[in-house]
């Protein structure tokens, strides 16, 4: 009786089994991380005479926060 050797070691063999159930696992999960992008906000024309400041959004709350 012969016996035949694996060139796969067990140790690599569960090894490879974990990598696969892993990125199986990744992969279910994923599509339900990714968030929706949020729409784009028009560009606003640029102003005729220079400047171009705009009191926006983001500004606003820059400045409450700036208070004391």
């Known amino acids: 009786m012969s016996s035949k050797t ?3 070691s067990r ?3 569960f ?3 974990a990598t696969v159930g892993a990125v199986a696992a990744v992969t279910a999960v994923l599509p339900a991380v990714v968030k929706p992008t949020a729409p784009v906000a028009a ?3 640029k102003p005729t005479r220079g400047g171009g400041y705009t009191l926006s959004e983001h500004v606003q709350q ?3 926060t700036t208070r004391v």
Do not use: N
């Open 11 to 13: 140790r690599s063999l």
């Open 6 to 8: 694996s060139s796969v």
């Open 62 to 64: 820059y400045y409450k």
């Open 15 to 17: 090894s490879g089994a």
């Open 43 to 45: 560009a606003l024309p």
